[in-house]
């Protein structure tokens, strides 16, 4: 069985842009939206982002 390993966008930030294009691809919310609340998040603004 393979095994995950599960990290915050806090520890590991240079995924924000692979991210952002992942979920823009499955739910088809524009990637900006999501790129701005993962700025709010990495800049401790929000805590869930």
Known sequence: MK??????????????DRA???F???WGVPQEAY????ELYLD??????
């Open 20 to 22: 952002a294009e992942w």
């Open 3 to 16: 095994e995950y390993k599960y990290v915050t966008l806090r520890q590991q930030p240079e995924l924000k």
């Open 24 to 26: 823009h691809c499955k």
């Open 35 to 38: 790129l701005e609340c993962m």
């Open 44 to 49: 401790n603004e929000t805590e869930y982002g």
